[in-house]
C-alpha cells in the first residue's frame, strides 16, 4: 500500500513538473514564408502565424519565443528539443502524425500553381506541364505530390526556402510553381516584378497529400500542452481575437 501511494506521489510530482517546464514555449519557425512568416524590411519577425501564435501564448500566460530553422530538418529540430513546438504552416497530415502531435487545425488554405501571366496553359495536368520546370519548397507536401504525379514528365526544382524559389521564378529560371496558396499569392500575385496568374483551380484534394489544414506540431508527450493550445485558439476565435489578425493578413 505504501508503495502505491508513493508511486502515486512520483507521478503526480512528475506531472507538475512537466506542466512547470512550460512556462516558455520556444517555437521552431521557417522564414521567410511570406504572409505567414517573415521579416519586416526593420528585421521584425511578423505574419499571421506569429500573431496568432503570440495571441496564443499571451492567452494561456506562457511566454513565447520564435527560432528560426530550415524546413527540411524541422520535425528533427522539435524532435532533439531545439524547440518544443512548430507553429510553420505545417499541414496537418498522417505521414506527420507517425512523429508529431498536431494541434487542432488553425486555418486550411488550399494549394496552387502560380506561373507568369504569358505561360499559355489551361489545366496543369502532367501532359500539359511536360517537359516544364516545376518550383517546390523541398519536404513539403507540394514536393511530394509533384513527385509522384509529374516526376516522370517534368523537371523539380527543389528549394531549401520558398524565398529562394521565388527569387528563381523572377529570374525566369522555372516555368510554374506549386506551393501554398497564401504564400504564392503574397509573393507572386502580389509582386511588382512580373505580372503572374494562377493556373487551373486551387487544390485541396486527395487528403493524403493535402491534409487537414495547418496545425501547431507538438513531441507526442506534451497532449497537455497542446490542449492548452486548443482551448486558447477556441477562445481567440470566440473573443474575435483570431478574426481581427486574419484581416490584417488576408484581406486586402
Ligand atoms: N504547408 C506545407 C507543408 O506543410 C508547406 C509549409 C512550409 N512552411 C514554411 N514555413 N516554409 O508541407
Not at 56 to 79: N, Y
Not at 114 to 137: K, N, R, S, Y
Amino acid at each position: 500500500k505504501l508503495l502505491t501511494v508513493s508511486l502515486l506521489g512520483v507521478a503526480i510530482a512528475a506531472g507538475t513538473a512537466q506542466a512547470r517546464d512550460y512556462d516558455h514555449v520556444r517555437f521552431g519557425v521557417d522564414v521567410p514564408y511570406e504572409p505567414m512568416e517573415y521579416r519586416t524590411p526593420e528585421g521584425e519577425l511578423t505574419g499571421f502565424d506569429i500573431e496568432l501564435g503570440n495571441a496564443m501564448c499571451e492567452e494561456i500566460g506562457v511566454t513565447c519565443e520564435w527560432i528560426e530553422q530550415e524546413w527540411d530538418g524541422i520535425i528533427p529540430g522539435l524532435l532533439s528539443r531545439k524547440y518544443d513546438a512548430i507553429m510553420s504552416s505545417m499541414t496537418i497530415n498522417d505521414e506527420r502524425r507517425e512523429t508529431v502531435l498536431f494541434s487542432d487545425a488553425y486555418i486550411t488554405p488550399p494549394s496552387a500553381w502560380f506561373a507568369p501571366a504569358e505561360l499559355d496553359l489551361e489545366e496543369p495536368t502532367p501532359e500539359a506541364l511536360d517537359g516544364m520546370t516545376i518550383g517546390v519548397q523541398r519536404g513539403t507536401l507540394q514536393d511530394n505530390y509533384v513527385t509522384d504525379l509529374y516526376g516522370d514528365v517534368a523537371e523539380i526544382s527543389r528549394y531549401s526556402t520558398a524565398d529562394d524559389m521565388v527569387l528563381d521564378m523572377e529570374a525566369q529560371r522555372l516555368d510554374i510553381v506549386f506551393l501554398d496558396f497564401p504564400v504564392g499569392k503574397s509573393t507572386l500575385l502580389d509582386s511588382e516584378e512580373r505580372e503572374y496568374k494562377v493556373v487551373g483551380e486551387t487544390i485541396t484534394e486527395p487528403k493524403e497529400y493535402f491534409g487537414d489544414g495547418f496545425g501547431i506540431a507538438f513531441r507526442p508527450r506534451d497532449e497537455a500542452l497542446a490542449e492548452r493550445f486548443n482551448e486558447a485558439l477556441a477562445t481567440l476565435k470566440e473573443d474575435g481575437t483570431y478574426d481581427e489578425i486574419y484581416q490584417r493578413y488576408f484581406e486586402d
